[in-house]
């Protein structure tokens, strides 16, 4: 199944994924096994039988967390309801409307306004321009990865460090080499973005106190060629955390924005790279750093990665990565290639 | 059991305590009326109306909750807001659409909304609260229970739901909502205004991780739930 999926046309994944909602004992659930049996030999239908017993053992454990209001409860939601309806208003119908109107026109006024100041407010004079990615509205999630335990089927690692997933995504505890050159490791989205295609890129990090030797990145790139030893690939838009302080670098090195500096104890830290086919902007808990042009190549499709670097002591658990987040502005499947497709 | 969103039998009263049936509702034109109709009514004032509302969605609204949010307390405060939400935004609700799918369309918005507001606030177990008025079924092994006689299913059952807690949160949301709800994907891509297509393709990775897990640990006899997933390549 490593193939990319196609759920728009594919029939068979259609049936499947119809039978897997419906359930046991549905006329959708009984196509789908039909199918199975009669393609038994084919390769993944294993697997779709192994699909359709944990569907099974679903609708067997369906009272699962499943509660029901008791008196109490109800009491309170019908006397929250009884003190709405004597709240409420009597308003004739014309009064409605008159309310509506005034509502809309109020807003439009309010709406316009602020759409005449706002981009100038934030950007302030003489910041760099983000190419409209501020009124970007990025809608639809098509990556979510949380590191509690695993590192999700669609990331693939690289480099010189051992990454672990455990309660976040870390370095493997090593020991000392007593030198200060970085090592690195890291993991990459294995779908690459077409790079006229607006992302957003959100990561939840964390750094304990006196992480000075962990360095944790987010970064974009053109190419899947990573140095083995550093973990770098010749060009890349990345956002950082080194010691106490966030900052941003450019595919030619140039460290670009201000730099935000953190506070020195343990603490989440939530980094949102925007991007789109020339310009990018990086905001570190919810405050801009930088934006302007990030000087990736227009016409290459992008990869998504997490990294971290590592000099001399140990620092495991000092620096991890909580969760990440790839956000479109609207689902197109098959728009986020597949590794495969493009020739890696 | 859970009783099915929109499904019309015997109604009871709202704030009546279990085996109370109020005379005037019993087999009466406004109990077996749709639940649009019974919105129509409310839209016009009418309390009773939306009495039997929350008692046909109470067990969904609430069941829902617990399922996306595991925080009892969370449960009860939400599960409050949205019947009062939903009486006290009744107007903005417009036939054809169907109730269901407008009525968890608040109860998702309010979820999301507390789960921000939560961010990273850890969960109490539910074992230990004690809250007036609801009633849970909450250990994944007391299900499989009473599920099934066969030992070794009710190991897998009892697995496979404690797995669907450590789901990505909108993949275990599409199967909340189409497995526990019956939500369809139409219904599903109203309230989540995502596409159909991609809420497929979730439901089929969701239920594809929970497969894993299963396989893997008949497979390798490995600790459930803490396998990566294999993908991980050789490093120097």
Redesign the interface.
């Known amino acids: 199944?490593t193939q990319a999926?196609d759920?728009?046309t594919d029939e068979k994944?259609?049936l499947?994924?119809?039978a897997?909602?419906a359930?046991p004992g549905s006329p959708e659930w009984r196509a789908a096994i039909a199918e199975i049996q009669a393609h038994a030999s084919a390769a993944g239908e294993d697997?779709h039988q192994?699909?359709l017993?944990?569907?099974e053992?679903?609708?067997?454990?369906?009272?699962?967390?499943?509660?029901?209001?008791?008196?109490?409860?109800?009491?309170?939601?019908?006397e929250?309801?009884?003190r709405?309806?004597e709240a409420?208003p009597r308003l004739s119908p014309n009064a409605n409307w008159i309310a509506v109107i005034a509502a809309v026109a109020i807003i439009s006024v309010v709406a316009v306004v602020a759409f005449m100041v706002w981009p100038t407010a934030r950007n302030g004079p003489g910041a760099p321009g983000d190419g409209g990615l501020e009124r970007t509205k990025f809608?639809?999630?098509t990556e979510?990865?949380?590191f509690?335990?695993?590192?999700?089927?669609?990331?693939?690692?690289?480099?010189?460090?051992?990454?672990t997933?455990d309660g976040g995504l870390k370095p493997m505890s090593m020991e000392s080499s007593g030198g200060k050159d970085y090592r690195g490791?890291g993991i990459y989205w294995d779908r690459q973005i077409p790079a006229d295609e607006p992302v957003s890129v959100e990561a939840t990090m964390m750094l304990q106190k006196g992480s000075g030797d962990g360095v944790v990145q987010l970064f974009v790139t053109d190419s899947r060629e990573f140095e083995?030893k550093s973990a770098t690939s010749p060009r890349e838009l990345v956002v950082y955390l080194k010691d106490g302080e966030a900052k941003v670098a450019l595919p030619d090195g140039s460290v670009v924005g201000q730099g935000t500096k953190l506070k020195d104890v343990k603490q989440?830290v939530d980094v949102r790279l925007a991007m789109n086919q020339k310009d990018a902007v990086v905001e570190v808990n919810q405050q801009r750093v930088w934006a302007g042009e990030h000087h990736l190549p227009a016409d290459r499709a992008r990869t998504i990665g997490l990294r971290f670097l590592v000099a001399g002591n140990e620092v495991k658990d000092q620096v991890s990565v909580q969760s990440l987040r790839v956000m479109q502005l609207?689902?197109k499947?098959g728009s986020a290639l597949r590794a495969q497709d493009s020739g890696r | 059991m859970e009783r099915k969103p929109g499904s019309n039998s015997k109604p009871r009263a709202a704030g009546a305590a279990k085996g109370e049936e109020p005379a005037d509702l019993k087999a009466s034109p406004l109990g077996r009326s749709s639940d649009e109709e019974l919105m129509r009514r409310t839209q016009n004032g009418d309390k009773q109306a939306f009495a039997l509302i929350y008692e046909r969605y109470s067990s969904s609204v609430l069941s829902y909750l617990y399922r996306m949010l595991g925080n009892v307390e969370d449960v009860e405060s939400i599960g409050q807001e949205v019947f009062l939400r939903a009486f006290r935004f009744a107007p903005t609700y417009r036939f054809p659409e169907k109730f269901s799918t407008w009525l968890f369309t608040i109860t998702r918005n309010l979820a999301i909304n507390n789960a921000r507001r939560r961010k990273r606030s850890p969960v109490r177990n539910v074992t230990e609260l004690n809250l007036e008025g609801i009633e849970v079924s909450s250990d994944p092994y007391q299900v499989a229970l009473r599920a099934t006689d066969n030992l070794e299913t009710q190991e897998d059952i009892a697995r496979v739901l404690k797995a669907l807690e450590e789901l990505p949160q909108d993949q275990k949301e599409v199967i909340v909502l189409g497995v526990f709800q019956d939500m369809s994907y139409a219904q599903m891509e109203e309230i989540t205004k995502t596409k159909a297509v991609t809420l497929r393709s979730r439901m089929f990775h969701g239920l594809r991780k929970l497969a894993k897990m299963i396989g893997g640990e008949e497979e390798e006899g490995s600790e459930f739930g803490v396998q990566g997933s294999g993908t991980k390549k050789d490093v120097p």
């Open positions: 199944m999926m759920f728009e994944l259609k499947l994924t119809d897997l909602r359930g697997e192994l699909l017993r944990v569907r053992h679903l609708a067997s454990g369906r009272s699962y967390r499943e509660i029901r209001a008791g008196a109490g409860f109800t009491r309170k939601v019908i929250g309801i009884e709405e309806a409420r809608v639809e999630t979510s990865i949380t509690d335990d695993s590192i999700g089927a669609d990331w693939q690692t690289f480099g010189f460090l051992t990454l997933a490791g083995t989440n609207e689902k499947e």
